[in-house]
């Protein structure tokens, strides 16, 4: 991927003199565009294999922000795992508009990258912590 891809963050965070906050090295609100936009990128994916958009589910919307909350080695891998899947749509999706634009039929091919992604974001999904247990407060 190179610098100005429209999955991935400028180099180089903010200028210092833009006069804009800078939040570490991948702020959340930066996972969560990322994770946005591969949502709308597999969308198109899917429209070209002739697959309905599916609504997004809780538990897809808030992944970023509980792998914020989590934090630590999840949080990287997270971070990780939403890169290499900008590195596999970003060209996947390319390609099949390109291939469509000839005229040729691209529904094979998105819907193998459609389950490329489904199954990379099942894993990235699994990474979320389980729950933990609360304490039940006993109202009188």
């Known amino acids: 991927m190179n610098a100005y891809s429209s999955f991935s963050a400028p180099i180089g965070g903010v200028l210092p003199t833009s006069g804009r906050p800078e939040f570490g090295q991948a702020s959340a609100s930066a996972m969560s565009m990322k994770w946005s936009a591969l949502h709308d990128a597999v969308g198109v994916a899917g429209m070209l294999a002739g697959i309905a958009a599916e609504p997004m589910r809780a538990e897809v919307r808030n992944f970023p922000a509980v792998m914020r909350d989590a934090g630590g080695w999840r949080r990287q891998r997270a971070?990780?795992?939403?890169?290499?899947?900008?590195?596999?749509?970003?060209?996947?999706?390319?390609?099949?508009?390109?291939?469509?634009?000839?005229?040729?039929?691209?529904?094979?091919?998105?819907?193998?990258?459609?389950?490329?992604?489904?199954?990379?974001?099942?894993?990235?999904?699994?990474?979320?912590?389980?729950?933990?247990?609360?304490?039940?407060?006993?109202?009188?």
């Open 79 to 140: 971070e990780d795992g939403i890169d290499d899947l900008a590195a596999i749509m970003e060209p996947g999706l390319a390609a099949l508009l390109a291939v469509n634009a000839r005229g040729v039929n691209p529904a094979v091919a998105a819907l193998a990258l459609w389950q490329e992604f489904q199954a990379a974001r099942a894993v990235l999904l699994a990474l979320t912590p389980p729950p933990t247990t609360t304490t039940l407060r006993r109202f009188t």
